[in-house]
C-alpha cells in the first residue's frame, strides 16, 4: 500500500527557509502526481504545489509562486518543497499527496495522502 511520510517541518522567522521531504512507498510512481497542500487552523486545505512524477512538470499556487520549490527525487522515491521567504501566513501543517494522473489543484482529486508535517513562521 502506498506510504507518504512527510519531515522537515519546524519553526522558522520570516525571511527564512526551510525544506520539506515526503518520503513515498509502496508502488512505483510513474504515472502519478505528486502535490503540497496546506491547512492552516480554521481553513480549508489549499493547494500549493504539484509536480508530474514523470516528466518533472510543475504548478503552484500564486501565493508562492517564486518562493517555493518542488521537486522530486525519483531514484529516492523522494518529493522536495524547498520554501525561501517565508511568510507568517505560510503558517499551516502542509501534507504531501499522490494521485495517478495528471496534476491537478483539488485536493480531493488526490487518492493517498501523508500525515502531515507543521510549519510555524513567526513574525
Known amino acids: 500500500q502506498v506510504q507518504l511520510v512527510e519531515s522537515g517541518g519546524g519553526l522558522v522567522q520570516a525571511g527564512g527557509s526551510l525544506r520539506l521531504s515526503c518520503a513515498a512507498s509502496?508502488?512505483?510512481?510513474?504515472?502519478?502526481?505528486m502535490g503540497w497542500f496546506r491547512q492552516a487552523p480554521g481553513k480549508e486545505r489549499d493547494f500549493v504545489s504539484a509536480?508530474?512524477?514523470?516528466?518533472?512538470?510543475?504548478y503552484y499556487a500564486n501565493s508562492v509562486k517564486g518562493r517555493f520549490t518542488i521537486s522530486r527525487d525519483n531514484a529516492k522515491n523522494t518529493l522536495y518543497l524547498q520554501m525561501n521567504s517565508l511568510k507568517s501566513e505560510d503558517t499551516a501543517v502542509y501534507y504531501c499527496?499522490?494521485?495517478?494522473?495528471?496534476?491537478?489543484?483539488?485536493?480531493?482529486?488526490?487518492?493517498?495522502w501523508g500525515q502531515g508535517t507543521q510549519v510555524t513562521v513567526s513574525s
Open positions: 509536480i508530474n512524477w514523470d516528466y518533472g512538470n510543475t
Open positions: 509502496g508502488r512505483t510512481f510513474s504515472g502519478y502526481a
Open positions: 499527496a499522490a494521485r495517478r494522473g495528471a496534476i491537478a489543484t483539488n485536493n480531493y482529486r488526490y487518492d493517498y
